[in-house]
């Protein structure tokens, strides 16, 4: 389980297949290869498709979120994930 309070980020590298599972709060995703940004709330969830960079920021509050490679596709290896504070916050 992932704790992400306001300025901080959580990184995930070569994570086809994992999935993000949002507890509280509310995130926005960016996928490198992806058209579009996501933004989730408690109770949803979302997939990774592409094996690029995935960016997650909580929206105004703490967010808790689970990561997971619980997804049928998890095809890649060697994924990995870290969280960062913001510069500057």
């Keep these: 389980m992932q704790r992400l309070e306001p300025g901080m980020f959580l990184r ?3 994570a086809a297949g994992t999935r993000l599972r949002i507890l509280s709060g509310q ?3 960016t996928e490198s290869g992806q ?3 996501v933004f989730l709330s408690a109770g949803q ?3 990774i498709v592409g094996s690029g960079r995935v960016v ?3 929206q105004a509050a703490l ?3 689970i990561v997971s490679r619980e997804t049928a596709c998890a095809t890649t290896h060697g ?5 960062h504070r913001a510069a500057g916050s």
């Design 63 to 65: 967010a808790t979120l």
């Design 35 to 37: 058209p579009d940004d």
């Design 12 to 14: 995930l590298e070569r």
């Design 79 to 83: 994924s990995s994930f870290d969280v």
């Design 56 to 58: 997650v920021e909580p």
């Design 27 to 29: 995130v926005w995703i």
């Design 45 to 47: 969830s979302y997939d």
